[in-house]
């Protein structure tokens, strides 16, 4: 019999082998250069995921100076997108290739980030998304944002909400 450590990293592992294969995907889009989140990409480096007690994805970055103001403290805008782009890959964590439901992670509602510290260019961040409640069409999640190393200082939250956008007609 497996320990609860061991089959909790095994399904870390599978889940996230799941986000890499949909990141992959979402990548090899000819699109893909022109959108918001192409810098992101490979800055963002996944770390663990789980499916209980809620959907939850953990990522790490360190902040590159290209992301800050001119007092080289992460941008406003900046951390809004990493919450906005961390918070959303969490949606795929329970998506279902065989329905199809979730796999287009749909539009956000509303983005609500607030502020709770500074961070210098050249600091490493964790970020965790959250699914908090999951239905056909909408979806809401939270993000957190610290500091990876010293204390784990949190420096931004939010709260996310998203609407499916997969059965509309164009």
């Known amino acids: 019999m497996q320990s609860s450590s061991s089959s909790s990293s095994t399904t870390s592992t599978t889940l996230l082998a799941k986000l890499n294969t949909l990141l992959s995907t979402h990548r090899a889009n000819p699109v893909f250069p022109t959108t918001y989140d192409y810098p992101l990409s490979p800055l963002l ?6 499916l209980t007690p809620t ?17 080289r403290n992460l941008h406003g805008g900046a951390t809004a ?7 959303t890959l969490a949606v795929w964590l329970v998506a279902d290739p065989v329905t199809g439901t979730w796999m287009n992670p749909g539009v956000s509602r509303h983005l609500d980030v607030v502020y709770l510290g500074a ?7 964790e970020v965790t998304g ?13 993000g957190v944002m610290r500091e990876k190393g010293g204390d784990g200082r949190v420096v931004a939250t939010c709260e996310h909400g998203k609407v499916s956008v997969e059965d509309r007609k164009l």
């Open 45 to 50: 480096h996944l770390e663990s995921a789980s």
């Open 119 to 125: 961070v210098k260019a050249g600091e490493e961040l």
């Open 81 to 87: 997108t990493i919450l906005d782009v961390v918070t």
């Open 55 to 71: 959907p939850t994805l953990t990522t790490h970055l360190t902040v590159p100076p290209s992301f800050c103001n001119a007092a």
């Open 130 to 142: 959250e699914v908090v409640r999951m239905g056909k069409r909408l979806v809401q999640l939270r």
